[in-house]
């Protein structure tokens, strides 16, 4: 294939703007604050559960309280019905007998119970303490993922950009490029991955790394100008220039 010396120049704009893209593409897939996001997201889920279960222990208390408050209250109002009757004097020896055994058996209930209620509210105090702690942990948690989505975002558009402007120059030079030798290039391009074209600098391929031997060498060199030469080793198009080592 032969194409102008000039037109193959431009493979090399062609191939910046490749290599550019190649970037851009390789930098979204292996984005910092992309995996920033899944550690933060992870750290406030798992926060998240924290404040659940600490939520759940300080209202299991406080339903307890609530109970042993209620029985308290039945034991007061029984004593408070019993010394009532007692204080009437309308009741038998027997009775008052009675009556004053179950105040003191009601007294020692109250006690007990009132002991086991101050033991829970000491609990409750704790379990509503490590509550807060566990909700402001998970409130500082989501700051941080909103602060990390943020980041990453910015950085998607940044890349968004880039891509943009650097497919609408790819566009622009590949309109200056005979279609046969974009043809060839495109073809190359998807074979490496990477780019079609590379500069022969200094007798090596820039796409490969390779130095040509002296056979190959010789046989670019002897080329005409206009001839489209090959690396051997790549595949990729060689662009000659003043750089060369021809």
Known sequence: MKADHFEQQKLLELAAEDVALTQLAHRRRTLPEAAAVESAAGAERALADDAVRAETAARDLQREVKRLEADVETVR????????????????PKQMTDLQHELQSLARRQSDLEDQELELMEQLETAEAALRSAQEGRDEARAALERAEQLRDDALADIADGTTRHEAARA???GG?????LSLYDRMRTQTGTTGAAMLKTRQCQGCRIELNGRDLATVRNADPHEVVR???????LVRTAESGL
């Open 77 to 92: 109002a029984r004593a408070a019905k019993d010394q009532k009757l007692l204080d009437s004097g309308s009741v038998s």
């Open 172 to 174: 622009a030079v590949a």
């Open 177 to 181: 490029i005979s279609a046969p030798l």
């Open 231 to 237: 690396c051997e080793n790549c595949g990729r198009i």
